[in-house]
């Protein structure tokens, strides 16, 4: 496909939404998407997240993090709603807009499935790595920036702003396993994850993040580095 889709990842409160908010503003004002466009190679930058990216995929959301019902979710279910949540958007979405040759910023992906449902609820992996592939029909992230951040600083991050969500409930042990996840998919993808130190201010992670951009977008659309 022409477009790109670059996925952000980490645990709770690690920066993803601020960190995506900030690539997307740089790459507008710079003038990269500009360039980019006006030589035909993106058509648009797209930022969409997981679960969520659709308006059937809101619904999916709403009942994973913020349920009405105090039935408990089983694990197995959580996994399958992930999974019909990213059917839909990749589908209905991912797809069809980078078939158009969107640049896509995307707030998790599957990686984050292997390390929460995999490692933090102790599902089987295999399943989960087939769940992934039928969900996905093959489509992988072009770039995965995996912000690492401990999982308790993370998680005190996130409580501070407020109701948590579902996921933010569960036991820092959870957590900690997720972040774990991270880590080993990071160590066994190192040709698609780049690891950014997320335990740094806002400026110094995305100066960051900046480089890791720019070289793939001069990589992948042959632009003059600046």
Known sequence: MPGRLIVFE????????????????????????TALQNQGEVSRLIVTREPGGTELCQEIRQLLLHPTSQEAMQDRTELLLYAADRAQHVAGFLKPQLAQGALILCDRFTDSTVAYQGYGRGLDRGLIGQLNQIATDGLTS???????????????????????????????????????????????????????NGDRSETEVFSDIQRVLEKHLQQWYKIPAS
């Open 10 to 33: 980490g645990v709770e409160g690690c920066g993803k939404t601020t960190q995506i908010a900030r690539s997307q503003t740089w790459l507008q004002e710079s003038g990269l998407l």
């Open 142 to 196: 072009d770039l995965t920036l995996w912000l690492d951040l401990e999982a308790a600083v993370g998680l005190a991050r996130a409580q501070s702003r407020g109701m948590s969500d579902r996921i933010e409930q569960a036991a820092l042990s959870f957590h900690q396993r997720v972040q774990q996840g991270f880590t080993e998919l990071a160590q066994d993808h190192p040709q698609r994850i780049v690891q950014i």
